[in-house]
Nanobody
Framework: QVQLAESGGGLVQAGGSLRLSCEAS????????MGWYRQAPGKQRELVAG???????DYADSVKDRFTISIDNAKNTVYLQMNSLKPEDTAVYYC????????????????WGQGTQVTVSS
């Protein structure tokens, strides 16, 4: 199995920045891509960003001009740099590891993180 350890969430004012990190351990040989989903109260879970080990990325339209996802394959760690944060970015952010090359394929997600709270004040 795959274990995911998340860090970097917290409280920030609108316009500020946060950097999320997620390190995978365990059966890491099975991981082809990693990324982040988020869920706000009263809303459906949505993809934030994903990245394959080969570098191909996916972004939600709402974040593509502000967030940057990257991966360190040697460390099995994915990062999400979040700039120009808005109150609507407030949500629980979940790290994911996928056996597929795109984290949008929900059925191939091998593991979900515990979730880390990101709160953006106005």
């Amino acid at each position: 199995q795959v274990q995911l350890a998340e860090s970097g969430g917290g409280l920030v004012q609108a316009g500020g920045s946060l950097r999320l990190s997620c390190e995978a351990s365990g059966s890491i040989f099975s991981i082809a891509a990693m990324g982040w989903y988020r869920q706000a109260p009263g809303k459906q879970r949505e993809l934030v960003a994903g990245i394959a080990r080969g570098g191909t990325t996916d972004y939600a339209d709402s974040v593509k001009d502000r967030f940057t996802i990257s991966i360190d394959n040697a460390k099995n760690t994915v990062y999400l740099q979040m700039n120009s944060l808005k109150p609507e970015d407030t949500a629980v952010y979940y790290c994911v590891a996928s056996r597929g090359i795109r984290v949008t394929t929900i059925s191939l997600i091998a593991s979900w993180g515990q979730g880390t709270q990101v709160t953006v004040s106005s």
